[in-house]
T-cell receptor
């Protein structure tokens, strides 16, 4: 079936290193992707998004890369800090609810990033 | 500041009880959503609402009910028919063309 998944359920890095979190998606019709960060006991927070007509987008210390050929999404975090420790989810937009103007996101299971001091 | 508020943060339910989780937003978003999160699982959609007085079942609606009488509010009731209600519940809202804004969640435990 169609799903959004992650290659690595856990990732451990040293403080100051760069982190790369991967996500595979299976629906070639998905047109919008989002990365969320979720700290323990809290709700997910928006990090960065990218539309399918782009292959790269940069934010502050974060970069999202989209490879539509292989249906792959990645989140790169530069100079990872202890505060970056969290679960990171990718989400894809596959279509709209009942044709309305809002949309449905489907979420992957998440990758736990641990930053070692 | 605009945001989305869930309450309570922790909730305990006895067997056979119905409990209601609150979700309020002041972002003027039309759409609101309820997700369930279990350890090691992704977010699973319980119910969603695109407009006041309208809501639809998501992927795991059995044992849950919702109402949407006001744009700002989308309460979720976990009924006694939900046999495994222990989970982390997340409410979200969205406007057209942008990502979801999530609340801070309610952790429900059956005692």
């Amino acid at each position: 079936g169609e799903n959004v998944g992650l290659h690595l359920p856990t990732l451990s890095v040293q403080e100051g290193d760069n982190s790369i979190i991967n996500c595979a998606y299976s629906n070639s019709a998905s047109d919008y992707f989002i990365w969320y960060k979720q700290e323990s006991g809290k709700g997910p927070q928006f990090i960065i998004d990218i539309r399918s007509n782009m292959d790269k987008r940069q934010g502050q210390r974060v970069t999202v890369l989209l490879n539509k050929t292989v249906k792959h999404l990645s989140l790169q975090i530069a100079a990872t800090q202890p505060g970056d420790s969290a679960v990171y989810f990718c989400a894809e937009r596959r279509g709209q609810f009942g044709g309305g103007s809002n949309y449905k996101l489907t979420f992957g299971k998440g990758t736990l990033l641990t930053v070692n001091p | 500041d605009g945001g989305i508020t869930q309450s309570p943060k922790y909730l305990f339910r006895k067997e056979g009880q119905n409990v209601t989780l609150s979700c309020e937003q002041n972002l003027n978003h039309d759409a609101m959503y309820w997700y369930r999160q279990d350890p090691g699982q992704g977010l699973r959609l319980i119910y969603y609402s695109q407009i006041v007085n309208d809501f639809q079942k998501g992927d795991i609606a059995e044992g849950y009910s919702v109402s949407r009488e006001k744009k700002e509010s989308f309460p979720l009731t976990v009924t006694s028919a939900q046999k495994n209600p222990t989970a982390f519940y997340l409410c979200a809202s969205s406007a057209t063309g942008i990502g979801y804004t999530f609340g801070s969640g309610t952790r429900l435990t059956v005692v």
